[in-house]
């Protein structure tokens, strides 16, 4: 069975930095591009970041790039979200994703950037 | 962009529902498929994939469950709506960067 586990959320103030963690299981991890989606009640989902398989290919939204850096780790399974210069619009709940088609979602992190 | 429609569907139990989702752009890739999928979010729960490339059932989803469409043009439709089957329901669309997604249509039973 596919899971993903995401950890790593909290309270920051502005300015501040997060780093976010997605434990996986279930799936041959480094076969699989992974994804980073948030949502906020007003905007709804946002694609934020893809990584390819090896971690030499990354692609961000614009509302995040060089301030979001997403990460991988196929020895640990795991996928990555480093967060800087965090904003009060950054408040979102993040789920990890697998895959460039959101097959599967893990159950998300809230992150609430106020001071 | 992705526009679906309607924002919110209030549905009697038993009866079939669907949603429209419409892009501004064809959704036909270079490589000639359709990366247009569909998300439910039941209430408290994470969002699960549905239907991917237009019409493929997920695992596990119920036959209720139907995808159509092409182009610019897709639908999902709920043959016979049940409890369970309240919640949010978002296309996406993976055609093109960056990903995106729609803005979601909220099912209510009436």
């Known amino acids: 069975e596919v899971q993903l586990a995401e950890s790593g959320g909290g309270l920051v103030q502005p300015g501040g930095s997060l780093r976010l963690s997605c434990a996986t299981s279930g799936f041959t991890f480094g076969n699989f591009w992974m994804t980073w989606v948030r949502q906020t009640p007003g905007k709804g989902l946002e694609w934020l970041a893809n990584i390819k398989e090896d971690g030499t290919d990354t692609y961000y939204v614009d509302s995040v790039k060089g301030r979001f850096t997403i990460s991988r780790d196929n020895g640990k399974r795991t996928l990555y979200l480093q967060m800087d210069s965090l904003r009060v619009e950054d408040t979102a709940v993040y789920f990890c994703?697998?895959?460039?088609?959101?097959?599967?979602w893990g159950q998300g992190t809230q992150v609430t950037v106020s001071s | 962009v992705l526009t679906q429609s309607p924002l919110s569907l209030p549905v009697t139990l038993g009866q079939p529902a669907s949603i429209s989702c419409r892009s501004s752009q064809s959704l036909v890739s270079s490589d000639g498929d359709t990366y247009l999928h569909w998300v439910q979010q039941r209430p408290g729960h994470s969002p699960r994939r549905l239907i991917y490339m237009v019409s493929n059932r997920d695992p596990g989803v119920p036959d209720r469950f139907s995808g159509s469409g092409s182009g610019t043009d897709f639908t999902l439709t709920i043959s016979r709506v049940e409890a369970e089957d309240v919640g949010l329901y978002y296309c996406m669309q993976g055609s093109r960067w960056p990903l995106t997604f729609g803005g979601g249509t909220k099912v209510e039973i009436k």
């Open positions: 994703v697998k895959g460039n088609w959101a097959d599967h």
